[in-house]
């Protein structure tokens, strides 16, 4: 997946040491040309990466390249846990410390999708020099974008050392950028009793929901079936005939009602409603 239609995703991700719950993961350099005009080469951190495992350093992670505001505010909000060369620059993945102002503000914005540059700061680990667009030292992929660009030189860094990598507003890079924010796996397994118990609430809701519909749509059908009873027992004449087969109509219709089905009721309209219709029957059988 290209850099330029990469989506920024949900997910869970891999955790490296424990306590490491709240994981963010991106590319840090696209390996083009930035906007200041300077460029890192894709082989740039081969001879850093090969130095000694990430896992024996501390690259940490930052707001801003440390410039944030605030009176005695560190500007670490993380550590980076890995790093490595891929098509689309250098990848990067990295845990969100818990509890300070920085990172707590950096992890909602990121939530919100409000925040999603990345920048690194190095070290160049020997002199960089200008070479102009039609340098074949230059991937060709540069080139094309040097010349699409009308640039007609740029800055490069053969060899760098990574110092840090920052989450940013304004990336110089403006292909660097996260792809994925999530939790590690063992808060969401410390998460799932959680889950369960209120997947379990919302079933019992249900349920209970259910029940209450159904004793109230059975103590209606009782009455009704009583009242076509009291019907019956006083239409002595003829014209109560159509009133107590309505309302047996009204009894069956009830029954299903709950499904959404039509019934025989909803076949005879009825004039004033069904309360007006039962209160004329009732007057008709006092009577």
Not at 85 to 97: K, N, R, T, W, Y
Not at 103 to 128: C, D, F, T, Y
Request: glycine share 10%.
């Amino acid at each position: 997946m290209s850099i330029e239609r990469a989506r920024f995703v949900v997910e869970g991700l891999s955790a490296s040491g424990s306590g490491e719950f709240r994981k963010v993961r991106g590319i840090a350099n696209s390996f083009r040309v930035m906007r200041s005009g300077r460029l890192i080469l894709p082989t740039a951190l081969h001879e850093w990466l090969a130095a000694a495992p990430l896992a024996d350093r501390h690259v940490p992670l930052l707001a801003q390249h440390g410039d944030v505001s605030g009176a005695g505010m560190f500007a670490t909000i993380g550590k980076v846990t890995a790093v490595k060369i891929v098509p689309d620059g250098m990848a990067f993945e990295a845990s969100l410390a818990n509890g300070t102002p920085a990172a707590e503000e950096a992890w909602g914005l990121i939530g919100q999708g409000m925040l999603r540059g990345v920048s690194i700061g190095w070290n160049p680990a020997n002199h960089g020099r200008w070479l102009d667009a039609t340098s074949l030292d230059l991937p060709e992929a540069v080139r094309e974008q040097m010349q699409s660009e009308g640039r007609s030189e740029v800055y490069v860094y053969p060899r760098i050392d990574l110092v840090e990598i920052s989450l940013v507003d304004v990336p110089d890079d403006p292909l660097a950028a996260l792809t994925a924010r999530g939790v590690s796996p063992e808060l969401a397994r410390a998460m799932e009793p959680l889950r369960a118990a209120v997947g379990d609430a919302l079933r019992g809701i249900r349920r209970d929901v259910r029940r209450l519909v159904r004793d109230e749509l059975g103590r209606f059908s009782n009455w009704m079936s009583e009242w076509v009873e009291d019907c019956r027992i006083a239409a002595g004449d003829p014209s109560m005939v159509r009133g107590v087969e309505y309302a047996e109509a009204l009894l069956a219709d009830s029954a299903v009602g709950c499904d959404g089905h039509s019934g025989r009721a909803a076949e005879q309209p009825v004039e004033g409603g069904f309360r007006a219709e039962i209160e004329r029957w009732t007057r008709a059988a006092e009577e």
